[in-house]
């Protein structure tokens, strides 16, 4: 499966989700699928999905849908210990790790997820995980731990190296991607239907 073949499942499956997307290729390709107000591209910001997802999930109100991470396997090991700090104060909340064993974005150098199981130490540190190397496990593996309670869950999803062609840059000012993300978060807990659309 291609980064970006994930990422058109994704786009759908994460419609009325708070979505943290890690930077470079991968929110580049989820804008060009869709583009959508409750995405929060961490533009230049690597590593730094776990982190803002788990504050973003402890502030959460229970009854709005889940917070949503789409992290790379580059960007989790360059800070991994979101994993034991998801496992200890267990916010609830869905990490997909789209790992495709190298560093997309600079000439595909290998990551240490070539060699290190990153499913295995999520799971070490108490989060619920899954894998799914497909599209079709990849709707029913994140729905299956879309239902966890009670502590983080981890999709892993293994993917093909290599970005896809002729993607145009994401060039939304950083401050704009924050303030239309915050506005949708605020608007979030209106009945569906009275969501207002965020005016630019
Ligand atoms: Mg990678």
Known sequence: MKRIEALEVLAELTAQHPVVVTCAATSRELASVKDSDNHLYLLDSMGLVGSVMTGLALGRDASLPKVVGLEGDGSLLMNPNVLPTGGYLKPEMLMVLLDNEVYGSTAGLP??????????????????TGRAPDQQSLRSEYARLLQVTGRPGFLHV??????????????????????????????ADKPSGSRETVAE
Do not use: C, M, Q
């Not at 130490?121 to 619920?128: E, I, R, S």
């Not at 293994?158 to 993607?167: D, L, V």
């Open 111 to 128: 990551t240490y997820s070539s060699e290190v199981n990153v499913e295995e130490l999520a799971a070490a540190a108490g989060w619920a």
């Open 158 to 187: 293994p993917i093909e190296a290599g970005n896809a062609a002729e993607i145009p840059k994401l060039l939304i000012d950083p401050v704009r991607i924050t303030h239309r993300f915050s506005r949708w978060l605020a608007s």
